[in-house]
């Protein structure tokens, strides 16, 4: 996923992170687009997983890439279907610019069109009749989801797939255990962000195979892909986990105990003999789920 994509951190998680990384919309992009990078470089293997399943009647030309990111879901279509163009479409510039930086380094630049829009506004840009929409992380970030979904049954051509990756909550990446001098302090950072979320981020965790529906799509099918990377971990594991521990922090501060606040900048201190870089327990723990729905 975009990324697909911690992510999202949107991506707040767009407010947080990669995975929640909310494309549609251009806050933070800067340290936003770090993290989108690395959790395309880490999860490369389960995005490709992902867009092999896909139900594809034929292979598709005309690929839209709603809420594009940094490109981790363009260049794994790219790679999946080597005759398609991609038009990837997202409201910041700068992902905009690394995206095409990427496409341009895999030989891949006359194949990509970039749409910079905000897919909250009233009015949407043309796209075409694509033959495959491809949305990660980008969903439940929108105002208005359900709008955007019967946009996207309008744009798609008839018989057209429409694919949603949605992460199933923010990645774990200590041991249940750890850090010894606060264990389980990643549970209670998640349990605050959670907390953070449900204000921030009403459609987080929503159910998307009964959106598709109510949008006029046929859902074809649907999967859960379990993503588990090391340990022992890689230099862009351990730099992912301080990446999505700072947007986690960005997010629970005010709901941790201090405490676990002091622990957690211990970890996040790069200089310091606790910091998460010099640990090799480190791993990547979350769900993905994937609706194929399709318009009749």
């Not at 405490?259 to 090799?280: I, N």
Request: with cysteine; aromatic share 4%.
């Amino acid at each position: 996923m975009n990324h697909s994509s911690p992510h999202t951190a949107h991506h707040g998680a767009q407010h947080t992170h990669g995975h929640e990384h909310g494309h549609g919309h251009g806050h933070d992009a800067g340290g936003q687009a770090e993290i989108l990078d690395l959790d395309a470089e880490v999860l490369a293997e389960h995005i490709a997983s992902i867009t092999a399943w896909l139900p594809v009647r034929t292979a598709p030309r005309h690929v839209v890439d709603l809420g594009s990111g940094t490109g981790a879901g363009t260049l794994a279509l790219l790679r999946r279907f080597p005759e398609a163009e991609v038009t990837a479409v997202d409201v910041s510039a700068e992902h905009l610019d690394r995206l095409r930086e990427k496409a341009a380094a895999a030989g891949a630049a006359d194949r990509v069109r970039t749409v910079r829009a905000d897919l909250d506004a009233a009015a949407w840009p043309a796209l075409g009749a694509p033959e495959l929409v491809w949305a990660s992380a980008s969903l439940h970030h929108m105002a208005d989801p359900a709008h955007a979904l019967r946009r996207v049954r309008d744009t798609l051509a008839p018989g057209g797939l429409l694919a949603v990756v949605e992460l199933g909550g923010f990645p774990r990446f200590l041991p249940p255990d750890a850090p010894a001098q606060a264990p389980g302090l990643e549970e209670r950072c998640h349990a605050a962000l959670d907390r953070h979320h449900a204000e921030h981020v009403p459609h987080r965790g929503a159910d998307w195979g009964a959106a598709l529906t109510a949008a006029g799509l046929t859902v074809e099918a649907e999967r859960t892909l379990a993503v588990a990377v090391g340990p022992p971990p890689t230099d862009a594991v351990r730099r992912y986990a301080l990446s999505g521990l700072r947007r986690i922090r960005d997010g629970a501060a005010d709901a941790l105990a201090p405490g676990d606040l002091a622990v957690l900048d211990q970890l996040l201190d790069t200089e310091g003999p606790y910091s998460l870089l010099r640990r090799d327990d480190l791993g990547v723990r979350t769900e993905r789920t994937v609706w194929a729905a399709r318009r009749a």
